[in-house]
């Protein structure tokens, strides 16, 4: 069993930044793939991006390309969203969530077997 806890999440301005970090449980969580999610008043779950165990690699939708940054600290079992220029858009629920069977990075919601509770992200213009 693993167990996914988001903080980090709050109020901003459009054009500031937010970290948000996920704390996960299991001793194995090196070999996690982990991914960030996003679900945006009124519509369904989308990828953010996710972050693969086996060599760090990152994947983005494209419209966080460049702002977004996701990293991982395997000793402190906890992976970050670094989230720069926020839009007014980008105000979501955002989860994490991990998958300790794969290698690589996914984009499928259902690809992902263990979900975090969510940190709400409000971006004020």
């Known amino acids: 069993q693993v167990t996914l806890v988001e903080s980090g999440g709050g109020l901003v301005q459009a054009g500031g930044s937010l970290r948000l970090s996920c704390a996960a449980s299991?001793?194995?969580?090196?070999?996690?793939?982990m991914g960030w999610f996003r679900q945006r008043p009124g519509k369904e779950r989308e990828f953010v991006g996710g972050i693969s165990w086996s060599d760090s690699s990152t994947d983005y939708r494209d419209s966080v390309m460049g702002r977004f940054t996701i990293s991982r600290d395997n000793a402190k079992n906890t992976v970050y969203l670094q989230m720069n220029s926020l839009h007014v858009e980008d105000t979501a629920v955002y989860y994490c969530a991990a998958n300790p069977a794969v290698m690589g990075v996914m984009r499928e919601a259902d690809e992902y077997t263990y979900w975090g509770q969510g940190t709400e992200v409000t971006v004020s213009s």
């Open positions: 299991g001793h194995t969580f090196s070999r996690y793939a």
